[in-house]
Protein backbone atom coordinates (compact mmCIF):
# COMPACT_ATOMS: atom_id res chain seq x y z
CA UNK A 1 0.00 0.00 0.00
CA UNK A 2 1.16 3.70 -0.99
CA UNK A 3 1.51 6.27 1.41
CA UNK A 4 -1.01 8.95 1.28
CA UNK A 5 0.99 12.14 -0.38
CA UNK A 6 1.09 15.03 1.76
CA UNK A 7 -1.32 17.74 1.62
CA UNK A 8 -0.26 21.01 -0.08
CA UNK A 9 -1.78 23.26 2.72
CA UNK A 10 -2.11 22.70 6.75
CA UNK A 11 -5.79 21.72 7.52
CA UNK A 12 -7.66 24.79 8.64
CA UNK A 13 -7.70 25.86 12.50
CA UNK A 14 -10.67 25.07 13.34
CA UNK A 15 -10.19 27.46 16.14
CA UNK A 16 -10.31 30.64 14.11
CA UNK A 17 -13.50 32.39 13.23
CA UNK A 18 -15.26 32.15 9.71
CA UNK A 19 -13.93 35.15 8.90
CA UNK A 20 -10.29 35.02 9.74
CA UNK A 21 -10.48 32.37 7.58
CA UNK A 22 -12.13 33.93 5.16
CA UNK A 23 -9.72 36.86 4.92
CA UNK A 24 -6.76 34.41 5.40
CA UNK A 25 -8.02 32.79 2.24
CA UNK A 26 -8.43 35.95 0.55
CA UNK A 27 -4.91 37.30 1.69
CA UNK A 28 -3.43 34.39 -0.06
CA UNK A 29 -5.25 34.38 -3.31
CA UNK A 30 -4.23 38.38 -3.33
CA UNK A 31 -1.02 37.54 -2.75
CA UNK A 32 -0.43 34.69 -5.62
CA UNK A 33 -1.96 36.88 -7.80
CA UNK A 34 0.56 40.11 -6.96
CA UNK A 35 3.29 37.24 -7.16
CA UNK A 36 2.09 36.48 -10.78
CA UNK A 37 2.15 40.54 -11.73
CA UNK A 38 5.92 41.36 -10.36
CA UNK A 39 6.98 37.96 -11.76
CA UNK A 40 6.26 38.56 -14.39
CA UNK A 41 7.41 42.50 -15.07
CA UNK A 42 10.82 42.31 -16.12
CA UNK A 43 9.93 40.59 -19.30
CA UNK A 44 7.19 43.81 -19.82
CA UNK A 45 10.02 46.00 -18.98
CA UNK A 46 12.65 43.97 -21.20
CA UNK A 47 10.53 44.03 -24.02
CA UNK A 48 11.14 41.35 -26.31
CA UNK A 49 8.12 39.63 -26.16
CA UNK A 50 4.03 41.10 -26.57
CA UNK A 51 3.19 37.71 -24.53
CA UNK A 52 4.55 39.42 -21.58
CA UNK A 53 2.21 42.39 -21.21
CA UNK A 54 -0.84 40.29 -22.09
CA UNK A 55 0.69 37.72 -19.00
CA UNK A 56 0.79 41.08 -16.56
CA UNK A 57 -2.37 42.64 -17.64
CA UNK A 58 -4.24 38.80 -17.30
CA UNK A 59 -1.93 38.51 -13.66
CA UNK A 60 -3.54 42.47 -13.04
CA UNK A 61 -7.64 41.58 -14.06
CA UNK A 62 -7.02 38.43 -11.56
CA UNK A 63 -5.97 40.57 -8.73
CA UNK A 64 -8.34 42.96 -9.46
CA UNK A 65 -10.94 40.39 -9.30
CA UNK A 66 -10.18 39.24 -6.02
CA UNK A 67 -9.65 42.54 -4.24
CA UNK A 68 -12.66 43.42 -5.43
CA UNK A 69 -13.83 40.32 -3.53
CA UNK A 70 -11.93 41.21 -0.40
CA UNK A 71 -13.19 45.29 0.21
CA UNK A 72 -14.31 44.39 3.43
CA UNK A 73 -11.49 42.09 4.98
CA UNK A 74 -8.70 44.73 4.83
CA UNK A 75 -8.15 48.36 6.28
CA UNK A 76 -9.51 50.81 3.76
CA UNK A 77 -6.65 53.07 4.51
CA UNK A 78 -4.19 51.27 2.81
CA UNK A 79 -6.20 48.45 1.02
CA UNK A 80 -7.91 51.27 -1.39
CA UNK A 81 -4.67 52.47 -2.72
CA UNK A 82 -3.41 48.89 -3.65
CA UNK A 83 -6.61 48.40 -5.19
CA UNK A 84 -6.29 51.45 -7.38
CA UNK A 85 -3.16 50.58 -7.87
CA UNK A 86 -4.25 47.14 -9.48
CA UNK A 87 -6.26 48.35 -11.74
CA UNK A 88 -3.54 51.37 -12.96
CA UNK A 89 -1.78 48.37 -13.57
CA UNK A 90 -4.04 46.75 -16.05
CA UNK A 91 -5.00 50.28 -17.72
CA UNK A 92 -1.32 51.64 -18.66
CA UNK A 93 -0.58 47.92 -19.75
CA UNK A 94 -3.66 48.10 -21.82
CA UNK A 95 -2.63 50.98 -24.61
CA UNK A 96 0.37 48.69 -25.40
CA UNK A 97 -1.38 45.74 -25.46
CA UNK A 98 -4.09 47.35 -27.67
CA UNK A 99 -1.32 48.00 -30.57
CA UNK A 100 -0.14 44.60 -30.18
CA UNK A 101 -3.24 42.72 -30.88
CA UNK A 102 -3.74 45.38 -33.82
CA UNK A 103 -0.26 45.10 -35.13
CA UNK A 104 -0.35 41.44 -35.31
CA UNK A 105 -3.58 41.40 -36.92
CA UNK A 106 -2.30 44.17 -39.66
CA UNK A 107 0.60 41.63 -40.01
CA UNK A 108 -1.98 38.91 -41.20
CA UNK A 109 -4.09 41.22 -42.99
CA UNK A 110 -0.65 41.71 -45.08
CA UNK A 111 0.17 38.82 -46.00
CA UNK A 112 -3.55 38.06 -47.08
CA UNK A 113 -3.89 41.12 -49.22
CA UNK A 114 -3.28 42.20 -52.76
CA UNK A 115 -0.02 43.65 -53.88
CA UNK A 116 -1.68 46.72 -54.20
CA UNK A 117 -2.73 47.50 -51.18
CA UNK A 118 0.24 46.34 -49.07
CA UNK A 119 1.76 49.91 -48.79
CA UNK A 120 -1.40 51.05 -47.66
CA UNK A 121 -1.45 48.65 -44.60
CA UNK A 122 2.26 49.38 -44.35
CA UNK A 123 1.72 53.21 -43.79
CA UNK A 124 -0.98 52.06 -41.15
CA UNK A 125 1.91 49.87 -39.34
CA UNK A 126 4.10 52.55 -39.04
CA UNK A 127 1.52 54.58 -37.40
CA UNK A 128 0.59 52.09 -35.38
CA UNK A 129 4.35 51.01 -34.19
CA UNK A 130 4.85 54.85 -33.28
CA UNK A 131 2.03 55.03 -31.35
CA UNK A 132 3.20 51.95 -29.47
CA UNK A 133 6.58 53.14 -28.36
CA UNK A 134 5.00 56.48 -27.18
CA UNK A 135 2.19 53.93 -25.24
CA UNK A 136 5.67 52.00 -24.09
CA UNK A 137 7.19 54.93 -23.03
CA UNK A 138 4.39 56.30 -20.31
CA UNK A 139 4.00 52.27 -19.57
CA UNK A 140 7.52 52.42 -18.70
CA UNK A 141 7.18 55.75 -16.71
CA UNK A 142 4.58 54.48 -14.88
CA UNK A 143 6.02 51.32 -13.92
CA UNK A 144 9.25 53.54 -12.74
CA UNK A 145 6.64 55.44 -10.36
CA UNK A 146 5.60 52.08 -8.76
CA UNK A 147 8.99 50.80 -7.96
CA UNK A 148 10.00 54.54 -6.77
CA UNK A 149 6.89 54.27 -4.64
CA UNK A 150 7.64 50.91 -3.05
CA UNK A 151 4.45 49.19 -4.25
CA UNK A 152 6.37 45.89 -5.01
CA UNK A 153 7.34 45.75 -1.80
CA UNK A 154 4.36 47.11 0.18
CA UNK A 155 2.28 44.44 -1.67
CA UNK A 156 4.63 41.61 -0.28
CA UNK A 157 4.80 43.14 2.81
CA UNK A 158 0.83 43.23 3.01
CA UNK A 159 0.09 39.73 1.09
CA UNK A 160 3.30 37.77 1.82
CA UNK A 161 2.89 34.62 -0.29
CA UNK A 162 1.34 31.60 1.23
CA UNK A 163 4.01 28.76 2.59
CA UNK A 164 2.79 26.53 0.51
CA UNK A 165 3.12 28.63 -2.55
CA UNK A 166 6.39 29.22 -1.81
CA UNK A 167 9.65 26.95 -3.43
CA UNK A 168 13.26 26.62 -2.14
CA UNK A 169 14.03 29.04 -5.21
CA UNK A 170 11.90 31.47 -4.96
CA UNK A 171 11.08 32.80 -1.14
CA UNK A 172 9.00 35.70 -0.31
CA UNK A 173 10.93 38.28 -0.96
CA UNK A 174 10.70 41.81 -2.01
CA UNK A 175 10.15 42.20 -5.77
CA UNK A 176 10.55 45.27 -8.24
CA UNK A 177 9.85 45.57 -11.39
CA UNK A 178 13.34 45.73 -12.59
CA UNK A 179 15.18 49.37 -12.56
CA UNK A 180 13.00 51.11 -15.43
CA UNK A 181 14.77 54.03 -17.12
CA UNK A 182 11.54 56.31 -18.57
Known amino acids: MSAKPPASRPAPDRSRSGDQDYRTAMRDAIATQWAAVWDA ?27 DVATDCFPAKWYRPLHKTAKAITQALGDVRDRDVLLA ?13 QPGIDYL ?21 LDAKGIPEETTRRFPIPEAAETDNAPNESRKTTEVQP
Not at 59 to 66: C, E, N, Y
Not at 130 to 135: G, H, I, L, S
Request: charged letters at 40%; a positive charge; hydrophobic letters at 45%.
Open 125 to 145: IAGIERDRKKARKRMLAFLAT
Open 41 to 67: MPEVVAGEDPEAVHDVRVASRRLRAAM
Open 105 to 117: ELAGARERAPKAH
